[in-house]
Each structure stands twice: as structure tokens, then as C-alpha cells.
Nanobody, 115 residues
Framework: VQLVESGGALVQPGGSLRLSCAAS????????MRWYRRAPGKDREFVAD????????DYADAVKGRFAISRDNAKRMVFLQMNNLKPEDTALYYC?????????WGQGTQVTVSS
């Protein structure tokens, strides 16, 4: 299993970013995909998830209405569109999937929201 995130950057408050995660090594179209983040000095926290077919999504309260998760099963990609970014969104963002008892993580992509 390999997950490779990209798209992180330094952005001003109120700005937008789109994160991408490229997946390989498993049956992507059957897998729920998730985004997590870890802010400096804090534990890793759930951000959003999307069902295998893309019809069901869930979000952390902190990002509801501002972030949108989506996927392209043909391209084996999952995305996180982040709008109206706030300084508290600053974190390392990780893509995640699970297979049985195992969690798989990418290396993360850094998002920094600062003026």
C-alpha cells in the first residue's frame, strides 16, 4: 500500500488549497479513504472521510462547511478542497486507508495558514 499526498503550501487566512492523495497497492475503489491532520504539539485528528463509491462523506466539526472531500476512482486519487482557511488549520495533513486491522498512512503534506 502506498499513499502519496501533495498540494500543501503556505497560504494566507481566508485562502484555499486543494490537497491530493495518490493511492496504489490495494483495491482503491473498494476502500473508504480518510484525511487526518496533526497540528504542532497536538495529537493527530480526523478531518474527513469518503465511502468507496464517493456517495457518503463525513467531516470533523472544525472543518464542516469549509472543506470538501472527493475521489476519482478511475485515477485512484482522493482530494481535500479546503476553503476559508484559518490559522488553526495549520498542520501536517495525512491520507489514510485501512485494511483489516491495519492502518496505512502517507508521509503527509504541510499546510501552513499565516499572514
Amino acid at each position: 500500500v502506498q499513499l502519496v499526498e501533495s498540494g500543501g503550501a503556505l497560504v494566507q487566512p481566508g485562502g484555499s488549497l486543494r490537497l491530493s492523495c495518490a493511492a496504489s497497492g490495494f483495491t482503491f475503489s473498494s476502500a473508504t479513504m480518510r484525511w487526518y491532520r496533526r497540528a504542532p504539539g497536538k495529537d493527530r485528528e480526523f478531518v474527513a472521510d469518503i465511502s468507496s463509491g464517493g456517495g457518503l462523506t463525513d467531516y470533523a466539526d472544525a472543518v464542516k462547511g469549509r472543506f470538501a472531500i472527493s475521489r476519482d476512482n478511475a485515477k485512484r486519487m482522493v482530494f481535500l478542497q479546503m476553503n476559508n482557511l484559518k490559522p488553526e488549520d495549520t498542520a501536517l495533513y495525512y491520507c489514510n486507508t485501512r485494511s483489516g486491522p491495519y492502518d496505512y498512512w502517507g508521509q503527509g503534506t504541510q499546510v501552513t495558514v499565516s499572514s
